[in-house]
């Protein structure tokens, strides 16, 4: 039974570079997150969906950053242009059920981003 | 302030020994509570759900106390394998708040 998909796993990139993150959910799971994770700041949401929509993305830290869920079994998460502090890891979530009483979130591999 | 807190260690313990670890919250709305476990450089992935009626799942522990808004976790007999960091987490909503972790290395 295959888990949440990240790709690439790793990326290495110089600055001013566009970046894109791709996320295949678990199959029949509604609900999609992106987080961001450093040593310095821990896990952060970035932006949430809940059947393809976007329901928050008040975490998206600047106009830099866009995700979309163009269908219930993909995401991207874009940087454009990528700057240095953008290195983290980067994972993608999905759960079964959005909204109160959330279920629990299973959490992809993780792309390690390095922007130089 | 972050919405939760940990102490970040690390805890060094022995194998055998029993370990706790606190968290606190600030939003007394919060509904749902959880420890996370995540390995170096792996995902995070559940541990365990924490209830009011406090809960157990063979050596883990979990405990709430919602009056001063702390969750606790305690491992009994603690192993080698359980060397990880443990993320204590809190939802309110859809949005999951994670603790930065606290880490655990248990020796030999």
């Known amino acids: 039974d295959a888990g949440v998909i990240q790709s690439p796993r790793h990326e290495v990139t110089e600055m001013g570079q566009e970046v894109t993150l791709r996320c295949k959910p678990i199959s029949g799971h509604n609900s999609l997150f992106w987080y961001r994770q450093t040593m310095m700041r821990g896990l952060e949401l970035l932006i949430y969906?809940?059947?393809?929509?976007?329901?928050?993305d008040s975490g998206m830290p600047e106009d830099r950053f866009s995700a979309k869920m163009p269908n219930a079994s993909f995401s991207t998460l874009k940087i454009q242009p990528s700057e240095p502090r953008d290195s983290a890891v980067y994972f993608c979530?999905?759960?079964?059920?959005?909204?109160?009483?959330?279920?629990?979130?299973?959490f992809g591999p993780g792309t390690r981003l390095t922007v130089l | 302030r972050k919405e939760v807190e940990q102490d970040p260690g690390p805890f060094n313990v022995p194998e055998g020994a029993t370990v706790a670890f606190n968290c606190t919250y600030s939003n007394s709305a919060s509904q749902s509570f959880f420890w996370y476990r995540q390995d170096c450089r792996k995902e995070p992935k559940l541990l365990m759900s924490?209830?009011?009626s406090g809960n157990e799942d063979g050596r883990f522990t979990a405990q709430l106390n919602r009056a001063s808004q702390y969750i606790s976790l305690l491992i009994r007999d603690s192993k080698l394998s359980d060397s990880a960091t443990y993320l204590c987490?809190?939802?309110?909503?859809?949005?999951?708040?994670f603790g930065k972790g606290t880490s655990l290395l248990v020796t030999p």
């Open positions: 969906f809940n059947n393809n929509v976007p329901i928050d």
């Open positions: 924490v209830y009011s």
């Open positions: 979530a999905s759960s079964s059920r959005g909204g109160q009483g959330m279920d629990t979130q299973y």
């Open positions: 987490v809190v939802n309110s909503g859809y949005a999951l708040n």
